[in-house]
C-alpha cells in the first residue's frame, strides 16, 4: 500500500511566523504535489516536483516555497504567514515507471490525510 | 486550458438507493485520463475510480461505476446501493495522457458534498 505522510495533522502558528509542513511518501514516487483546499474552491496547486531538487510553480504558489532534498519527502514552506493562508494543506505524489522499454504510467496520486493550519 | 466542471455543490441519498454526481471538463485533447476521489469527513483522499479516455466501455468498481461520453465531455459517478460510508466530499479531476511537467498535473473540480441518509 502506498502511505504518503504529514506531519501534523493541525497546526496553529502567529502571523509573520515561519512555517514547515512536511510530506513523506514510502513508495518511490517521482512526483510529489501540495496543494491548499478551502471550501467552495477545491484543490488549487501550490507547486509539484517530478524529481529531487526539481520544483515548478502550481497555479497558487505566492507565499509559498518549497524543498525537495530527498525523492521521498517534498516539504512545503511558508517564509511569513497571514491569515489568509489559513487553509487544509493537501500532499500528493504519484510514479512515472518505466517498464519494457514503455513508460507505464500509474496516473492517479496518492494523497496524505492533510494538514489543517491556523494563522492567528 | 482544461477545465473540470462540477456543477452540484451538494446531493443527498436516502440509504440503499442510487445517486449520480455530474462532472463535465473541457480540453482540446483526444487522449486523457479522468478520475472520481472521495475525501471522508476528516480523512484521507483515496481514489474511486478511474477512466482512459480511449476506452469506450465505461469503468465500474463494485456499487461505484461511471457514465463517460466523449463527444459531451461528461463524466458522471454512479452510486448504487448507496451506505452510510458513503458520504463524503467527491471531487472529479482530469489528467492529461501527456507526461512530464505540468502536463501530468490533475485539474479538480471544485467537488460536491454528498450526504446519505439513514
Known amino acids: 500500500d502506498v502511505k504518503v505522510t504529514q506531519s501534523s495533522r493541525y497546526l496553529v502558528k502567529r502571523t509573520g511566523e515561519k512555517v514547515f509542513l512536511e510530506c513523506v511518501q514510502d513508495?518511490?514516487?517521482?512526483?510529489m504535489f501540495w496543494y491548499r483546499q478551502d471550501p467552495g474552491l477545491g484543490l488549487r496547486l501550490i507547486y509539484f516536483s517530478y524529481d529531487v531538487k526539481m520544483k515548478e510553480k502550481g497555479d497558487i504558489p505566492e507565499g509559498y516555497s518549497v524543498s525537495r532534498e530527498k525523492k521521498e519527502r517534498f516539504s512545503l514552506i511558508l517564509e511569513s504567514a497571514s491569515t489568509n493562508q489559513t487553509s487544509m494543506y493537501l500532499c500528493a505524489s504519484s510514479s512515472l515507471r518505466t517498464s519494457g522499454g514503455q513508460n507505464t504510467l500509474r496516473r492517479e496520486q496518492y494523497f496524505g490525510p492533510g494538514t489543517r493550519l491556523t494563522v492567528t | 486550458a482544461q477545465t473540470v466542471t462540477q456543477s452540484q455543490p451538494e446531493m443527498s441519498v436516502q440509504e440503499a438507493e442510487t445517486v449520480t454526481l455530474s462532472c463535465t471538463y473541457d480540453?482540446?485533447?483526444?487522449?486523457?485520463?479522468l478520475f472520481w476521489y472521495k475525501q471522508p469527513p476528516s480523512r484521507q483522499m483515496i481514489l474511486v475510480i478511474r477512466?482512459?479516455?480511449?476506452?469506450?466501455q465505461n469503468a465500474t468498481e463494485n456499487r461505484f461505476s461511471v457514465n463517460f461520453q466523449k463527444a459531451a465531455k461528461s463524466f458522471s459517478l454512479k452510486i448504487s446501493d448507496s451506505q452510510l460510508g458513503d458520504a463524503a466530499m467527491y471531487f472529479c479531476a482530469y489528467r492529461s495522457a501527456s507526461y512530464g511537467g505540468s502536463q501530468g498535473n490533475l485539474i479538480f473540480g471544485k467537488g460536491t458534498k454528498l450526504s446519505v441518509k439513514p
Open positions: 477512466q482512459e479516455a480511449y476506452k469506450q
Open positions: 513508495m518511490d514516487h517521482e512526483n
Open positions: 480540453t482540446s485533447e483526444s487522449d486523457y485520463y
